[in-house]
DNA sequence: ATGAAAGCGCTAACAT
DNA sequence: ATGTTAGCGCTTTCAT
C-alpha cells in the first residue's frame, strides 16, 4: 500500500536506512557493493525519495523559486533555460505563475511558503521598495526588468548593444538614411533609443526617430508618421517585434520589403519567426540570462559580493526584412 | 534566527503548538479569543506556515500536479484557470514545465516525487500505453487532447461543435458559398472537419474542403489553392488561428476581407485579437475546461465515477473579418 | 563502512 | 477549548 518508503528499501536491501539516504543522495560514504545492492532495491520497489521529506529534512531546501508571467513566451524561454542552470549546480526550481487573477505578490508568498533558498523574479511589476523587502529575508534576483532596489541583483540585456547591433547590421548592408521607430516610455525604450543615436552619430549619420509604442497598433500608427517624416529612409529599426509587425502591415500597401525598405525588429519572439513575417530582429541570451541569474542567487547565498546590475549582450538574427538598399 | 516557526507563535500567545495549527487551518477547536490571540501573536512575528512541513504531516497533500507546455499561451490561460479551480476546492497547485530540453515524463516524475494526489497533463504527448500507468497509480486527467487510454479522463472543448457555431455564424450573416480549410491530420481536424461538413449538409449546402494544415505556410499554400478551387466562395472557415493567419496573408492580395471574403478561425490565440488581424474566431473555455479536470481529478479520488472523455462547448468570437457577402 | 537516534515543522488522534 | 503525543519520510550528527 502506498509508495515504499526508504524503510522499504533499507529492508530489502537488509541495511539501514542512513545507508539508502546515503546511496540516493550519492554522498560519500557507502561500498559500491552496498550502493549496488540498495539501488537495486529501490528499482525494484519502483521507490522514490519523497521530495517533501528530503526538502524538510535538509537545512537548505535547495529551492530556487521563480515568478514567471504565464503568457510571456519570453519568459516561457527563460524558465526552459532556469531548470538547465539551476540543475547544474544542484538546484531544483519552484515555479508560481502570475496571471491577472494571480498577483505577483501572491505568487512570491507561495515561493516563500516553500522556503526557497532564493527568488528569481522574471520582469516583475512590484515596487522596488517591495523588491528591497524581499531581498532582505533571502537573495532576491530580477531578470529583464532594469530597477535599482537595495540588495536587490538585476540580470538583463544590454538593450543599447542591441541597437547597435541593429543599425551596424544596416549600415553594413549599405544603409545610410536609417531611422528608428521608438518605444515611448516602455521600459528598455530608453537604452534602445540611446542605442541608435549613439551609433549613427559615430556613423556621422543624422539620427530620425519616430514617435511609437510597444503594441502592434502603435507600430501602425508609426508607419503613417514615418511615411511623412521619413519618406526617403531606406531602413527602419523598431522598437520591438510586435510594434514592428504592425508597422509591416501598414507600410507594405506601399513599400516592397526589403527591397525598398529594411525593417528590423527586436525581441525574437515566436510571431518575427513566423515564416510569412520572417522578420530580422535582435534576440536576448536567454541561456545566459538565466545562468547569470541563477549564479547571481548562488553568489548571495555564499556571502560573495554580487554585481548588482548585469547585462547581457543580445544578438541579432537576420531574416528576410533586411536587405542592401536599392 | 530564520523564519519564525508555530513554537515561536505559540510561546508568544502562551498556547500550546497544537492550537496555533488549529487557528492556521482554521479548523474547529479554537474560541474565538484564543483565534485573536493566536493569529496577532503570528503577524507580530511575521509567521508563515511552512509548507513543506505541512505537506509532509498530512495524510493527504491536497496538492494537485499540472504539467505544462511553457510556450503554448494556451496553455498558460489554463494554468490561471486552473490555480483558481483548485484553490475554490482547497487544492494548490505544482506546476511543472515541459520545453524542448526537458521531456514530459521527467515533468511528470518531479511531480510525483512531490506526492501530488492527481496530475493533471495539458496536452501531453505522451502515449496512451505510458498514460494508462500514469493512472495506475493516482488519478490522471488530460486536457485538451484526445486520448483513450484505460483509467485515463479526458476533458477537451466539442471541435464539432465549434465548427458548427462558425458556419451558423456565417449562415446567419447570409453565406451560402463557405468552404473550409482542412487541418491535415493535427488533432482536432477531424472533429472540426466533420461539424462543418454536417452543418453544411444540415442546411442543404455543398460541402468545399480544401486541404491544408495546422501552420501560416500551410495557411498561405491553402489559399493559393482556394482561389483555384472555390473562386465563388464567399466564406471559409479555417481549421485555426495559424493557418487563418496565413490564408489572409495571401487572400487580401486579390480580396477584400471581409467585403469580398469572410474569414473565421479557431483557437482564439492572442494573434488573433490582434487589432491589425482581428480575427472573428471559436474560443475554447478555459475556465470549464480547467473547472471540469480538477472536479474530474478530485472525483477519481473520492472514488466516485467519473465521466472519461468530457466535452466543453466552445463560443464564437465575433470580429471583423467576418460580415455579410456583398 | 555501517547503524542508531535525534530532529526538520508541521498535522492529527487522543486525552484532559 | 486546550494540551499531549506520536508520527510524516527524510537528513544528519555521532557512535561503532
Not at 529501490?42 to 522514490?48: P, T
Not at 549546480?89 to 502570475?98: I, R, T
Not at 540585456?157 to 549600415?171: F, I, N, Q
Not at 556613423?203 to 519616430?210: D, E, F, G, S, Y
Amino acid at each position: 500500500m502506498g509508495r515504499p518508503t526508504m524503510e522499504d528499501v533499507a529492508a530489502l536491501a537488509g541495511v539501514s536506512r542512513a545507508l539508502v539516504s546515503i546511496v540516493y543522495r550519492d554522498a560519500p560514504g557507502a561500498s559500491d557493493a552496498t550502493r549496488a545492492r540498495v539501488l537495486a532495491a529501490g528499482a525494484e520497489l519502483g521507490y522514490r525519495p519523497d521530495h517533501r521529506a528530503r526538502l524538510l529534512g535538509r537545512t537548505r531546501t535547495r529551492l530556487l523559486g521563480v515568478t514567471f508571467d504565464v503568457q510571456a513566451s519570453f519568459h516561457g524561454d527563460l524558465v526552459e533555460a532556469l531548470y538547465t542552470a539551476a540543475e547544474s549546480a544542484g538546484y531544483d526550481l519552484a515555479l508560481s505563475a502570475v496571471a491577472p487573477s494571480r498577483s505577483e505578490s501572491r505568487a512570491v508568498q507561495s515561493l516563500l511558503d516553500y522556503r526557497c533558498e532564493a527568488l528569481i523574479l522574471l520582469g516583475p511589476t512590484l515596487k522596488p521598495s517591495a523588491l528591497a523587502a524581499l531581498a532582505e529575508s533571502q537573495p532576491t534576483v530580477v531578470v529583464a526588468r532594469k530597477v535599482r532596489a537595495p540588495g536587490v541583483d538585476v540580470v538583463r540585456t544590454d538593450d543599447t548593444t542591441g541597437s547597435r547591433l541593429a543599425v551596424e547590421h544596416l549600415l553594413a548592408l549599405g544603409h545610410t538614411k536609417i531611422a528608428h521607430i521608438d518605444g515611448g516610455k516602455t521600459p528598455g525604450s530608453p537604452e534602445r533609443r540611446t542605442g541608435y543615436r549613439n551609433t549613427m552619430r559615430a556613423a556621422r549619420l543624422t539620427p530620425l526617430i519616430v514617435p511609437g509604442g510597444p503594441t502592434e497598433d502603435e507600430g501602425a500608427r508609426a508607419a503613417k508618421t514615418f511615411l511623412d517624416d521619413a519618406p526617403r529612409a531606406t531602413a527602419v529599426t523598431v522598437f520591438n517585434d510586435r510594434s514592428a509587425v504592425g508597422f509591416l502591415d501598414i507600410i507594405r500597401q506601399s513599400r516592397r520589403v526589403p527591397d525598398e525598405l529594411s525593417v528590423i525588429g527586436y525581441d525574437n519572439t515566436t510571431v518575427a519567426a513566423l515564416s510569412h513575417i520572417d522578420l530580422t530582429t535582435i534576440a536576448q541570451d536567454t541561456p545566459r540570462l538565466a545562468a547569470h541569474a541563477t549564479t547571481t542567487a548562488l553568489a548571495r547565498l555564499a556571502g560573495t559580493p554580487t554585481t548588482p546590475d548585469q547585462t547581457i549582450p543580445p544578438t541579432l538574427i537576420p531574416r528576410t526584412t533586411t536587405g542592401p538598399p536599392r
